[in-house]
């Protein structure tokens, strides 16, 4: 079954510095798409980085890129130079193919990144 | 301004009563999803539709219902029949089915009392 996962329940990192926030993913589906959201404590979930299964470049979209590594099936998310407002709950996601899942998303149990002054 | 709302932002509901939540969304987005998240968890699905009249069961469907009778509108229903409905609800929608990015409302905050 696709399923995603975040072993990080919590994370800490210094204002400024980068930090990796990890997520391994299972299909076997060929074709498929991984994103991260982030959820500040007010609730929204706020779309940050897309990479589809078949593009050969990593994504990066400002501060944030993502790790891509198919073989190991992994999808990191890189946050550059954090910044306080980057405190929030961080989701992996991803959209499953139209055989299995009928291009539904599922999410991961998150990871709560803290950054420190 | 494009988006999707969801109102109210918070909900308090006795105990077996029906309560529906509203979604509406202007970005011309066939299809259309509701979660439900509960407390340092991610997010379950609950249903979708992939255009109007049609819907399908997610994969916590009990004790819910939903209509799909306009493109922009997909309310929730949640029924007396879920045990525990207390929990954080957010509706996305994206452009079709088969393309990828999925954007979310702010969320509606259900509480039984």
């Known amino acids: 079954a696709q399923k995603i996962t975040q072993t990080q329940p919590g994370m800490f990192v210094q204002e400024k510095e980068a930090v990796t926030l990890d997520c391994t993913y299972d299909t076997s589906d060929q074709s498929y798409g991984l994103f991260w959201y982030k959820q500040p404590s007010s609730g929204e979930m706020i779309f940050l980085i897309y990479?589809?299964?078949?593009?050969?470049q990593n994504a990066t979209e400002g501060r944030y890129s993502l790790n891509f590594q198919k073989a190991r099936k992994s999808a990191n998310l890189v946050i550059s130079a954090s910044q306080l407002g980057d405190s929030a709950m961080y989701f992996c996601?991803?959209?499953?193919?139209?055989?299995?899942?009928?291009?539904?998303?599922?999410f991961g149990a998150g990871t709560r990144l803290f950054v420190k002054a | 301004d494009g988006g999707i709302t969801q109102s109210p932002k918070y909900l308090f509901r006795k105990e077996g009563q029906n309560v529906t939540l509203s979604c509406e969304q202007n970005l011309n987005h066939d299809a259309m999803y509701w979660y439900r998240q509960d407390p340092g968890q991610g997010l379950r699905l609950i249903y979708y539709?992939?255009?109007?009249?049609?819907?399908q069961k997610g994969d916590i469907a009990e004790g819910y219902s939903v209509s799909r009778e306009k493109k922009e509108s997909f309310p929730l229903t949640v029924t007396s029949a879920q045990k525990n409905p207390t929990a954080f609800y957010l509706c996305a929608s994206k452009r079709s089915v088969n393309t990828d990015t999925q954007y979310f409302g702010p969320g509606t905050r259900l509480t039984v009392l």
């Open positions: 990479q589809g299964s078949y593009d050969e």
């Open positions: 539709s992939q255009i109007v009249n049609d819907f």
């Open positions: 996601a991803m959209r499953e193919g139209p055989g299995t899942g009928g291009f539904k998303t599922i």
